[in-house]
């Protein structure tokens, strides 16, 4: 596995292929958390601290 990462990198089709999970694949639950709650906020007319960028 190591070597088809450093060959090809681990976000690539052929890491996927030997078995690995690619990089862009990975779901990570704190960014949805991060989501919910400021939508949460949003739909209580507060501000949040720190706006993601994909809320801009």
Do not use: H, W
Not at 12 to 31: F, H, L, Q, V
Request: a positive charge; one cysteine or more; hydrophobic letters at 30%.
């Amino acid at each position: 596995m190591n070597g088809v990462s450093a060959k090809y990198g681990n976000d690539s089709r052929e890491y996927e292929m030997a078995g690995g999970t690619r990089k862009s694949d990975r779901i990570r639950s704190k960014s949805k958390l991060n989501i919910l709650q400021v939508k949460i906020l949003l739909n209580k007319g507060l501000k949040p601290l720190v706006c993601p960028r994909y809320f801009l």
